[in-house]
Structure formats: structure tokens, C-alpha cells
Nanobody, 117 residues
Framework: QVQLVESGGGLVQAGGSLRLSCAAS????????MGWYRRAPGKRRDLVAT???????NYADSVKGRFTISRDNAKNTMYLQMNSLKPEDTAVYYC???????????WGQGTQVTVSS
């Protein structure tokens, strides 16, 4: 099993920055992909960015150039640096981890990000 705990959400004005953190624990050696997703009010949960075990990153077009996903292996923590935030970035942000053995998807509890105009 893998446990994921997000932190770092909050209220920020448009143009501001926030950094989200996702601390992973448990069977972390089995994780093959980690990422961030978000769910805006009334919408489905969408991919924001992912990070594979090989170091490949992938971003949603809407956040390219503004958000950066990174990780600190020593701390078993993944980050999402969010710059130039827009009101449309308002959502609950979820940390995600996929393991191969066994194949399973884990989610954190989510952290609220609110961007005021």
C-alpha cells in the first residue's frame, strides 16, 4: 500500500504562486508514475502533470510554462510549483501514484487551491 498526503493549498490572488507538496509513504518502491490532478467545481478530475520513475514529465496544455512538477527522492515527496496562477486554476488538487506490482492507483485526500481575481 501507498499513502499520499498533500499540503500547501490555499487562497492566492491571480498572478501569485503556490507550491503543493505530496508526501508518499508505504510501498513507494513500487510506484511507477506520480502526478497531480485537479477537479474544478462542477467538472471532472483532470490531469495537471505527471512524473514517471524514469524522470519523464508531462503537463496539461493549460499549465505548461506556469507549473513545474518535481520530486525529492530523499524526502519521498513530490511538488507542484504553480506560478502565474489564474482564477481558472481554482480546484481541489489531488496527488496520484500508480504502482505496477500490484497494479493499483492511489489518491491523496486533496488540497484546495483558490485563486481570486
Amino acid at each position: 500500500q501507498v499513502q499520499l498526503v498533500e499540503s500547501g493549498g490555499g487562497l492566492v490572488q491571480a498572478g501569485g504562486s503556490l507550491r503543493l507538496s505530496c508526501a508518499a509513504s508505504g510501498n513507494i518502491n513500487s510506484i511507477t508514475v506520480m502526478g497531480w490532478y485537479r477537479r474544478a467545481p462542477g467538472k471532472r478530475r483532470d490531469l495537471v502533470a505527471t512524473f514517471t520513475s524514469g524522470g519523464t514529465t508531462n503537463y496539461a496544455d493549460s499549465v505548461k510554462g506556469r507549473f513545474t512538477i518535481s520530486r525529492d527522492n530523499a524526502k519521498n515527496t513530490m511538488y507542484l510549483q504553480m506560478n502565474s496562477l489564474k482564477p481558472e486554476d481554482t480546484a481541489v488538487y489531488y496527488c496520484n501514484a500508480i504502482t505496477l506490482a500490484p497494479m493499483y492507483t492511489y489518491w491523496g485526500q486533496g488540497t484546495q487551491v483558490t485563486v481570486s481575481s
